[in-house]
């Protein structure tokens, strides 16, 4: 049986945490010792979450993303598997991999690489399969920043405005003095951790708060999304530096629900599901009084992440029509300051939007979700590549040192 380590733990490899093989929920009831259940929060736990992010509206409440009554948009086919297979890079570790092998090794769900707009390489692992929707967790918010930006761009909304212009009741918050723009580009000052496997920090308590996790006996903290983001207080300065923190992009969804008067599911289907032609309805995670958990709760099948991703590539354009302002993925593309960015593991990134732009030779930008989702949009190698995983470490740093090079050296084939 394979074994991983990572953070000196140990885990089943890709091969042999298939839940397929290990017959998770399978049976008429399924046996006690192979149920994913949420109220027992074993739906969290690894290897059963290779089978729970294939299946997360059977565990929690949702709100339906409907891709409308037309067929869905064509993706050609181009077939460059073979190719693809045998290609081999250097990990940040200085390990050389195999493309297909290294995606065992990074617990990989499902990968659509697009080409000029044609499918050249397709794989699907263990639960997920073609129709199904796979958690997006923070890709989520690149849906959302996109959006946002366009209403910026449409006179909607004014990135320069205070929170609380829009939302008064944030007005003894952190977000009291924060402008939506320091919010869309996580250069906020929170008393808030983003620590995923601490139980103390922030992201634990605003999971509990919407849903996202069960909650302990007796607690007595908030029970909606709206309640919690009431609590959160400042720390430190706004405008200074990059500072990743899920609960901006609620607070930026939930001023473009204000003031659109439309729900994200609504948005998503009116502005990106129905006119991209998308094959499968999707849907994102609701808290108990039916607000969106847009800091992560998307779930979308592969294809239909791929072609998002094909349209931010073509500068918003779909089918002859503008779906994203053009100017909108330009400034993306452009980034901000990498100075105020700190990740040691990506050097030379920024943060825009919702986005992570590499400002690499492939003019990079990317969507990432912890458990290894990526979207990864490279401009000058007319490559999208749409990726889901199941991890069994949330942090992206955690894959990153596989699949960004991975990504890097696709492009450059593609390129040629």
Known sequence: MGLLEFDGKRYLDGRASDPRELGWMRGAPPPADKCVTFESGTFLDFPQIRWSLSHRRELAASANVWRGRGGPSPLDCSDKSADIDGLTFDDLDGRTRRFDEALFDSYCDGIVVLHRGRIVYERYFGALEPHLAHACFSVTKSYAGTLTAAFVHEGMLDDGKVIPHYLPELRSTAWADAT?????????????????????????AYSRAFGGRPRPVGYDGPRTL???????????????????????????????????????????????????????????????????????????SLRDLARFGELMRREGEWDGKQLIPASVVHEVQKGDDPAKFHYAWLPGYSYRSMWWVSHNELDAFEAKGIHGQRLYIAPKAEMVVARFASHPVASSAANDSITLPQMLTLGRMLRT
């Open 226 to 300: 709206c309640d919690y983001l009431r609590t959160v207080k400042k720390e430190g300065a706004h405008g200074e530096e990059f500072a990743y923190k899920s609960v901006n992009t609620d607070v930026m969804a939930w001023v473009m629900a204000r003031v659109t008067g439309r729900s994200f599911a609504q948005l998503l289907h009116e502005r990106l599901w129905a006119p991209l032609g998308c094959e499968e309805d999707a849907y994102v995670l609701v808290d108990a009084v039916g607000m969106p958990s847009v800091g992560g709760g998307l779930n979308a």
């Open 180 to 204: 939506l723009r320091q919010v869309m580009d996580m250069q906020t000052g929170l008393a808030y951790t983003e620590i995923y496997d601490d139980e103390r920090s922030g992201v634990r």
